[in-house]
């Protein structure tokens, strides 16, 4: 089980342009959860699939933010007209969906935008 | 809106020295309470969960912690550090039957010589 799996590991970007992170669920778990880390907002919880469909988008910037799953192996998170207070380890989490379920993290991708 | 509190941002102990990383939640019913540690440029990893139950969850590596609810704490503790938990420590707060995890702002543990 090689784990939850996020590619790029790093990203750079310039200011304007897009961002798209990938997220491979662990095999046979259900729900997957996006968060946001940096060092002055701590980690923030950005969305969350169970099933493929979206059930909670509540920390989703409104603007320039979007992410989907459209199968039960990957989630992508988009990001368009990057800004620098973009710049942040974007993780994602895996689950087996069941109430109370352990997270278990992927290593981050690092998103850096000039 | 549950949340957690994680006071001290910094920990310095002594190796073989005891432990204990500090967490308050707020939550207006009954908390699902997590410990998570995360290594340099890894992932978080989950020590130890509670669930409604005992109060004392034990966990990996020798890590334990109790959950309080007079004192809206959930403290994690261990006896004996080793250099290898040098790491950051993050609290999470869940609500029952829902598997969104809201963390706290996390403690660098640093273990000296």
């Known amino acids: 089980n090689a784990g939850v799996i996020q590619t790029p590991r790093h990203k750079v970007t310039g200011k304007g342009q897009e961002a798209t992170l990938w997220c491979e669920p662990i095999?046979?778990?259900?729900?997957v959860f996006w968060y946001r880390q940096t060092i002055v907002q701590g980690l923030e919880f950005l969305t969350y699939f169970r099933n493929q469909a979206p059930i909670d988008d509540s920390g989703m910037p409104k603007e320039r933010f979007s992410a989907q799953m459209p199968n039960q192996s990957h989630s992508t998170l988009k990001i368009q007209s990057t800004q620098p207070q973009d710049s942040a380890v974007y993780l994602c989490?895996?689950?087996?969906?069941?109430?109370?379920?352990?997270?278990?993290f992927g290593a981050g991708t690092r998103l850096s935008v000039l | 809106a549950q949340s957690v509190t994680q006071p001290d941002a910094r920990v310095t102990v002594s190796e073989g020295a005891s432990l204990q990383l500090r967490c308050k939640y707020s939550y207006f019913g009954t908390p699902y309470l997590f410990w998570y540690v995360q290594y340099p440029r890894q992932g978080l990893q989950l020590l130890l969960k509670y669930y409604p139950g005992d109060p004392v969850v034990q966990g990996v590596n020798g890590f334990e912690a109790e959950f309080s609810k007079s004192n809206s704490s959930f403290h994690l503790r261990k006896a004996s550090v080793h250099w290898s938990d040098w790491a950051v420590y993050f609290c999470a707060v869940s609500e029952s039957n829902y598997n969104v995890l809201y963390f706290g702002s996390g403690t660098k543990l640093t273990v000296e010589p």
């Open positions: 989490a895996s689950s087996l969906g069941l109430s109370q379920n352990t997270l278990y």
């Open positions: 095999s046979g778990h259900s729900a």
